[in-house]
Every structure is written in C-alpha cells, then in structure tokens.
C-alpha cells in the first residue's frame, strides 16, 4: 500500500514538472509567413502586406521580397489577423489567420487578382 502511494506521489511530481516545463517553452507568441503571387502565380517582389488584428485594430505592414515572401512574427495566440496583399492596384482577397490555429510558424499564401 505505502509502495502505491509513493508511487502515486512520484507520478503527479512528474506531471506538475513536465507541465511546467511545457508553459515555459510557450511563450503566447506566434508567426505568420507567405507568399504573394501574381494572377500567373509568379512571385510578387513589392507588394504591400497588411496585418490586420481584429481585436487592436491595430495594422503591421511588411513589403515583400524579391521571391514574393513575407513574415510577421510576435503575434498573440489570443488574437486573430486578417491578411490582404496590394501591388499596382492589385489586391489579394482577405485572409484570416484564427485562434484556433494552433500553429506556431502558420503559412497564409495571398494570389492578386486584376
């Protein structure tokens, strides 16, 4: 009976440790990263990304690479972006990045339309 409950005990200690060594690895944070194409699904190299978060308000903007590529990283796990590209009167339709996305490092792709 003792030998079960030393056991038992050893058993939460484990838990409660690897429980809070996992809360110390997740810092609340993610990113999100893409590319942005044109109509021909070629790269878009300056078009104009914007983060939107829904919950702020607040918008981050990021113009792309020469290969089409952006990233927007420290954004809450809390929050959810909307994500629209523009380059030349071209926009991408809006995209959502939600809480239920539970990536870490989440890829949003944006195509521009005429």
């Not at 944070?29 to 044109?38: E, F, I, P, S």
């Not at 078009?47 to 702020?56: M, Y």
């Not at 030349?88 to 195509?111: E, M, P």
């Amino acid at each position: 009976m003792r030998r079960k409950k030393i056991f038992a005990v050893l058993a939460l200690m484990f838990v409660a440790v690897a429980f809070a060594a996992d809360e110390k690895t997740d810092s609340g944070t993610r990113m999100v990263q893409g590319t942005v194409t044109a109509a021909d699904s070629s790269p878009v190299d300056g078009a104009v990304v914007q983060l939107n978060d829904t919950r702020t308000l607040q918008i981050r903007s990021f113009v792309t690479k020469s290969d089409g590529t952006y990233h927007f990283a420290g954004l809450s796990t809390n929050h959810e972006y909307e994500l629209q590209a523009e380059h030349n009167g071209a926009t991408s339709g809006k995209k959502r990045l939600d809480v239920f996305d539970g990536h870490k490092v989440a890829t949003i792709n944006l195509k521009l339309n005429k």
